[in-house]
RNA sequence: GGCGGCAUAGCCAAGUGGUAAGGCAAGGGUCUGCAAAACCUUCACCCCCAGUUCAAAUCUGGGUGCCGCCUCCA
């Protein structure tokens, strides 16, 4: 089987064939640390580390790395309100960063580089466009020269002379740099300080380095010229992504990545979630609520990672139940799995191959389809979920413990490939001081009298006594009584 | 104005030529003193029009509607 995923380059699915085989190298776009993250970045985060994680599930060794953006204008301003400096903002918003994807279980990447770290590397890459004449300073700062690159444009589809200057409506009319731009879409590689900001030596005089440099010379540094994928939101295509590509290859003359991957927006009654409609929630917020991390995982994959996904409270309301559901199947073997015989292990992932495991491939190799996937997920967990049902309504079942052993597996397996884990002592951690099983039983029998003596008010006293310890009556057919903790 | 994308049940969503996965919700049934739980079960001709084809949700053309981007953005 092979996988194949959308390239926004050729906007085209393509087979993906990595530069050297069985290895990947991936990079991702990722925040400006001057906030907390909000959903919308979770869901790229989400996306992307599922992508990281199905690639080694598929056997390719991948070197994942990701960026922090810690010198911008944005940082700069919250530093200004507060007081504080540009490093402090951060520094503080980064260990925010590593504690909201925790929660959410985001793998981390092989390496977080950071503007600041990389100052060298974008300075070599400044100097190299000058002097091949792509950069041009102009009053300390310095601007790339969109003309002079003839490609410019290939990855948004987009030809110089269609972009109409300020067409969002959202940039002021003067931009305070377009005296110094030979032309308006060019853009600053370096930026001269003002006083009173932070700010860098070069050639060039003191200043801080633009946007879009940092990823190109992170890149190279850490992954080389050319890299597998490169991975971030749609709303980058333009102009980050393709500046990016304007930046790197006009120096090295080959292609910054093969493949450029693009996540979908989340939005709030139809319009993009982001900071400045204001209708944003952060990922903590909604974690606080609480949500359930995997609530928000399921979420998220359930929908086509390059569609947008509209939040609604209805929406991770019914990705909870969902969660509700896979999370029975998951749990199902450390409930039952001892009763079943088994030599209950934590599920390593050794390769399965059952039918299962091959409906879940073809679905995710078809351009990360996990909608898909997760239909295998559901239908297994369902089946466990009834089966571990039965043990507890009936004490038993009929499928051959091998059987359910192996869905189990199966089922751990492929959730942890998608970042999905229920922990199994989640509900067990919690002491239980409550009643003895031997006073349960005693209550019961109780009831049981009671009910005989058709004396329902009282049966269902206690009934609903147990149930308020947590314990759930079930009655079943001959008059017999089974009970289990909730 | 330019570029790109999307349109499948109450909601989310898969399906890219052969007669509609999965999830959530809802309804019905069995069981029960009632309930809960559980189990069984029901639920779409795919935005509109025209075309290609033995056959189209799936391809082509034309509409309509929605969304993103056009230098803040995941």
């Known amino acids: 089987m092979t996988l194949t995923l959308y390239n926004t380059l050729t906007r085209r699915q393509e087979l993906f064939e990595p530069l050297e085989p069985g290895k990947v190298r991936m990079y991702y776009c990722g925040v400006t640390v001057y906030d907390y993250c909000h959903l919308g970045h979770a869901r790229a985060c989400i996306i992307w580390d599922v992508v990281r994680r199905y690639l080694q599930w598929r056997g390719y060794e991948v070197r994942f790395v990701q960026n922090f953006t810690d010198i911008d204008d944005k940082i700069l301003n919250k530093a200004r309100q507060e007081g504080s400096s540009m490093e402090e903002v ?43 004449g792509y950069a041009y300073p102009a009053q300390g700062d310095v601007y790339y020269a969109v003309r002079r690159f003839p490609e410019y444009g290939k990855l948004s589809g987009r030809k110089l002379e269609d972009m109409q200057a300020g067409a969002s409506g959202r940039v002021g009319v003067e931009d305070p740099e377009a005296s110094k731009k030979q032309e308006a879409n060019d853009f600053a590689l370096w930026k001269a300080a003002k006083p009173g900001e932070p700010a860098w030596e070069s050639s060039w005089g003191a200043g801080r380095p633009g946007w879009h440099i940092e990823c190109s010379a992170m890149v190279r540094d850490r992954l080389g010229d050319t890299i597998d994928i490169h991975a971030g939101g749609a709303d980058l295509i333009f102009p980050h992504h393709e500046n990016e590509i304007a930046q790197s290859e006009a120096v090295t003359g080959k292609p910054l990545a093969n493949y450029w991957v693009h996540n979908g927006m989340v939005t709030v009654n139809g319009e993009k979630m982001s900071k400045s409609l204001g209708n944003f929630i952060t990922i903590r917020e909604l974690l606080d609520r609480p949500t359930d991390p995997m609530a928000i995982r399921l979420f998220v994959l359930m929908a086509q990672y390059r569609k947008p996904i509209d939040f609604t409270q209805d929406a991770i309301a019914a990705a909870q139940n969902g969660w509700n559901t896979l999370k029975e199947g998951l749990l199902f073997g450390y409930e039952y799995g001892g009763q079943l015989g088994w030599a209950v292990r934590e599920a390593e992932n050794p390769p399965i191959q059952n039918p299962q495991v091959e409906r879940f491939q073809s679905a995710v190799d078809d351009d990360f389809n996990f909608a898909g996937g997760l239909a295998v997920l559901f239908e297994l967990a369902k089946e466990l979920r009834k089966e571990g049902n039965l043990l507890v309504h009936q004490g038993k079942t009929e499928t051959p413990p091998q059987v359910l052993e192996q869905q189990w597996h199966t089922l751990v397996t492929l959730a942890q490939v998608l970042g999905l884990a229920a922990k199994a002592n989640d509900e067990a951690a919690q002491p239980s001081p409550g009643l003895s099983d031997a006073e349960i039983e005693a209550l019961i029998q109780q009831r049981q009298s009671a009910r005989k003596a058709k004396n329902f008010a009282e049966s269902d006293r206690i009934r609903n006594e147990l149930q308020a310890q947590g314990i759930t009556l079930i009655d079943q057919a001959g008059g017999v009584t089974r009970w289990h903790r909730n």
Do not use: S, V, W
Request: charged share 35%.
């Open 90 to 132: 951060a520094e503080r918003f980064i260990q925010a960063y590593f504690e909201d994807m925790g929660r959410l279980n985001i793998k981390e990447a092989d390496e977080y580089p950071r503007a600041t770290h990389t100052l060298d590397g974008i300075q070599r890459l400044i100097h190299e466009l000058e002097h091949k």
